[in-house]
C-alpha cells in the first residue's frame, strides 16, 4: 500500500505560473516533475466535494475517488512520497484550470457533455442526477410552468440554466434569472427570499436543503428537465493519463467499492452538521455501475 501524501491547498496565481512552463507536459509527466497532484474541488458542494472549515482539506464522494486515481498515478509515476494540492474551483473556471495544466484532475460535481468533451475527458461516470426545481411548499410554484414572471436562482456555466433556458423558450414562459457565482451563493439567493425557485441538478439540491435550517420548508419537484451524468474532468488528448483514470473508476466500480461509497456519503450521516442526505441508489445510476462508460449526453 503506498503512503498516505501530504495535503497542501494552493493558490491559482502560482499555480497558473507554473502551468505556462509545462504546457506540453502529459499529466503523468507533470506529477512526477513537481511530486505533487493537483485537484480542482469545492468548498461547498455537500457530498461531492466541500470542506467541513475554511482551514480542512476537502471531502466528499468525488474527493474519495480522486483520492483512489491519486494512488493510482503515485505508483505509476514511481514516486514514493507524493503532494496532494487542491485548488477551489467554480462552474466557469474549472474547464480553463484543466486546460491551461493547472489543475490535473477535477473533482466537483460536473455533467459529462457531448459539447464539454470537444474541450476536456472525463471519467466513467459514477453518479447521474435529475435537473430540476426546489421551491418552498407555501409556493405557488408547483410545477416549472409556474414560474411566469418569478425570479429563479442559478448558476452561471452550469447545465441546468441551459435547460432551463431552452424550457423558457419553448413554452413561453417569461421569469427573471438571479445569478450565483457557484451552488451555495444560488442557495441562499433562494433561501433569502431573493429567488421563488432554485435550478440545479436534484442531488445538489437535495444537499443543500439536507442541511438547511429551514429544510422542512422546501421540496424538490418532480419534474426534470433532463438526466444528466457525472464525471471526472482531465485534459483532453492524453490517453495515459485517461487510461489510468478509466481503469481505476472502472475498478472502483467493478469491485463494489464505488456503491460502498455511495453509502457512505447518501444514505448515513456526514459532518459536519450529521445529517443524512436519505438519497437512495437510482435506477439510471444502478444502469451506470451496471454498465460503466464515458459518453457524454
Do not use: H
Not at 168 to 178: L, P
Not at 284 to 293: C, E, G, H, T, V
Request: glycine share 4%; with cysteine.
Amino acid at each position: 500500500m503506498l503512503k498516505l501524501f501530504s495535503k497542501t491547498t494552493v493558490c491559482a496565481v502560482t499555480l497558473l505560473a507554473a502551468s505556462l512552463a509545462q504546457a506540453q507536459t502529459s499529466t503523468l509527466e507533470k506529477i512526477k516533475q513537481n511530486g505533487a497532484i493537483t485537484i480542482g474541488a469545492r468548498d461547498m458542494s455537500v457530498p461531492f466535494s466541500y470542506k467541513v472549515n475554511g482551514n480542512a482539506d476537502p471531502i466528499g464522494m468525488i474527493n474519495d475517488i480522486c483520492l483512489k486515481v491519486a494512488e493510482a498515478a503515485q505508483k505509476a509515476a514511481g514516486l514514493q512520497k507524493m503532494e496532494i494540492k487542491y485548488l477551489i474551483t467554480t462552474p466557469t473556471s474549472r474547464i480553463p484550470l484543466i486546460q491551461n495544466n493547472t489543475v490535473d484532475l477535477d473533482c466537483t460535481p460536473v455533467t459529462n457533455t457531448v459539447a464539454r468533451q470537444e474541450q476536456v475527458s472525463f471519467s466513467p461516470s459514477y453518479f447521474s442526477a435529475n435537473v430540476t426545481l426546489a421551491v418552498r411548499k407555501d409556493s405557488a410554484v408547483k410545477g416549472i410552468a409556474d414560474l411566469q414572471n418569478r425570479n429563479v436562482a442559478t448558476v452561471t456555466g452550469t447545465t441546468s440554466i441551459q435547460l432551463l433556458r431552452a424550457y423558457k423558450k419553448a413554452q413561453n414562459v417569461k421569469f427573471n434569472e438571479v445569478y450565483g457565482k457557484d451552488p451555495s451563493e444560488a442557495f441562499v439567493m433562494f433561501e433569502s427570499g431573493k429567488a421563488d425557485a432554485f435550478v440545479l441538478d436534484d442531488v445538489q439540491l437535495a444537499s443543500f436543503i439536507a442541511t438547511s435550517p429551514q429544510r422542512d420548508q422546501y421540496v424538490i419537484l418532480n419534474e426534470p428537465l433532463r438526466t444528466e451524468p457525472y464525471g471526472v474532468m482531465l485534459r483532453k488528448d492524453d490517453p495515459t493519463f485517461k487510461k489510468l483514470v478509466d481503469d481505476t473508476v472502472y475498478a472502483m466500480i467493478k469491485s463494489g467499492e464505488m456503491e460502498a461509497l455511495y453509502q457512505k456519503w447518501f444514505m448515513t450521516t456526514i459532518p459536519p452538521r450529521n445529517v443524512n442526505i436519505n438519497f437512495p441508489l437510482s435506477d439510471s445510476i444502478k444502469a451506470l455501475y451496471a454498465n460503466p462508460n464515458d459518453k457524454g449526453i
